[in-house]
């Protein structure tokens, strides 16, 4: 089993940023696809960001030039650091991982609210 527990969400005006961080611990060995996802309310989840072993990322359009995601081995988390943020950015931020083999693990999320 692994688990991710995320932190970093909150209030936050149009135009500012917050730093999510989804921390790992347990069987995180084989885990070769990181990603934030997100949900906003009476929507699907997106995918936001993801990170794979060769750290190439790949991002939502409408988040490219503000968002960045990273991977930090010695303390095993992925972050997501996200700039000029919008209202329209306003969900709750999950985190997963998958290992080979294809299973997944998520995080319980973490909510964003972006508002003036």
């Known amino acids: 089993q692994v688990q991710l527990v995320e932190s970093g969400g909150g209030l936050v005006q149009p135009g500012g940023s917050l730093r999510l961080s989804c921390a790992l611990s347990?069987?995180?060995?084989?885990?070769?696809?990181m990603a934030w996802y997100r949900q906003a309310p009476g929507m699907d989840r997106d995918l936001v960001a993801s990170i794979d072993l060769s750290s190439r990322t790949n991002y939502l359009d409408s988040v490219k030039g503000r968002f960045t995601i990273s991977r930090d081995t010695a303390t095993n988390t992925i972050d997501l650091q996200m700039n000029n943020l919008k209202p329209e950015d306003t969900a709750v931020y999950y985190c997963?991982?998958?290992?080979?083999?294809?299973?997944?693990?998520w995080g319980q999320g973490t909510r964003v609210t972006v508002t003036s």
């Open positions: 347990g069987r995180i060995f084989d885990i070769y696809f």
């Open positions: 997963k991982v998958v290992k080979y083999g294809g299973v997944e693990y």
